[in-house]
């Protein structure tokens, strides 16, 4: 693929979800040439189990692992169970997050600095951090013990090349 191609692509997909009121599809938009791919009106950017999307888009995690781990019904399953336990503890994360940001902010509201909120702030970021890291390992540990040898190698060169972010 030409680079000048790379860079047309990145930024289409980058600004699909700006093209205004007048555009086709739901919500305004129709979401470019690669909807069909992202799941309903293309929004497959914010998917936290793939980097945001990864550099395909990546929408539906676990349809994706079936097909590139070639995954029995029973694997799919499991994994189901296992992606949405991560995904419960991800959306906990980013609440966890906004009240870190608050307490921050609180901190910095007063007539003097207040220096316990702050650390009150920090410590949660940190409880946040640690409960995210224990479920991602938990699954992980999971992950492993579902997956034959074959499987294994090929999901571990998925996080390694980055295309499956955990």
Known sequence: MHPAFMSWWKHAR???HARGPHACGP???HGGPHAWFNGPGGRGHDDPFFGGGGPFGVRRPLRFLAHKLDLSEGQVAELARILDALKTE???????NRRTVAAFAEAMEGVSFAEPRAKDGGDQRVRSAERLRDAVIKALAEIHALLDEDQRKRFAYLIRTGVVAL
């Open 14 to 16: 980058e600004h699909h």
């Open 27 to 29: 919500d305004g938009g």
């Open 90 to 96: 991800r959306a906990q994360g980013d609440v966890d």
